[in-house]
């Protein structure tokens, strides 16, 4: 199975820095990797797909990039609703591994 | 409003077996992948399975740590997508989420994704 590989496993960052977090895939999967945000207590929601497609509402401070094995999603001015959790997941082939979830906390 | 409805969680001892369902409302339920998504205590998402539409052959995938025990199925007439696990270990015990699979792209470059989650259902699994 493909295995995703998320880093850092967790961060602290402050209100208007701009953070990076990266996600590894033991393979190519091309751009075929999804990125998710998750808050305490509730379901995981879509940001992005094929990499760097934002989902409609997902506010323009959040990008992705990547192709291949290796991805980042970036959060330009980190806002106070931004602290969360985020997960990759590849789509390129079955099972759909998710990543191990990086932790985005505030310092 | 789109909105996935998970249920049928709860306590069972190893080795047992429990069926979750998933009624889907607001969208075309024959017309969409489905997936199950799981997260056990303090740790990542995990990916369970898919089911495809019965159009496309109906066809199902599984995570490796639950293939030949878990089985995934749907019912078009009541829009509703199933879990029926089985042989269940300490290891299942998690959060079971039921998730609409988007689809972005030109065929037959597709791109999926969960595009719509439901607020889960909780399995443990413990003597």
């Known amino acids: 199975d493909m295995q995703m590989t998320q880093s850092p496993s967790s961060l602290s960052a402050s209100v208007g820095d701009r953070v990076t977090i990266t996600c590894r895939a033991s393979q190519t999967i091309n751009n075929y990797l999804n990125w998710y945000q998750q808050k305490p207590g509730k379901a995981p929601k879509p940001l992005i797909y094929a990499a760097s497609s934002l989902l409609s509402g997902v506010p323009s401070r959040f990008s992705g990039s990547g192709s291949g094995t290796d991805f980042t999603l970036t959060i330009s001015s980190l806002q106070p609703e931004d602290f969360a959790t985020y997960h990759c997941?590849?789509?390129?082939?079955?099972?759909?591994?998710f990543g191990q979830g990086t932790k985005l906390e505030i310092k | 409003e789109v909105q996935l409805v998970e249920s049928g969680g709860g306590l069972v001892e190893p080795g047992g077996s429990l069926r979750l369902s998933c009624a889907a409302s607001g969208f075309t339920f024959s017309s969409a992948w489905m997936s199950w998504v799981r997260q056990g205590p303090g740790k990542g998402l995990e990916w369970v399975g898919r089911i495809k539409t019965k159009g496309g052959g109906g066809t199902t995938d599984y995570a490796t740590p639950v293939k030949g025990r878990f089985s995934i199925s749907r019912d078009d007439s009541t829009n509703t997508l199933y879990l029926q696990m089985n042989g269940l270990k300490s290891d299942d015990t998690a959060v079971y989420y039921c998730?609409?699979?988007?689809?972005?792209?030109?065929?037959?470059?597709?791109?999926?994704?969960?595009?719509?989650w439901g607020k889960g259902t909780t399995v443990t699994v413990s003597s």
């Open positions: 997941q590849q789509s390129f082939s079955a099972p759909y591994t």
């Open positions: 998730s609409w699979v988007g689809r972005s792209g030109d065929s037959p470059n597709y791109y999926y994704y969960m595009a719509v």
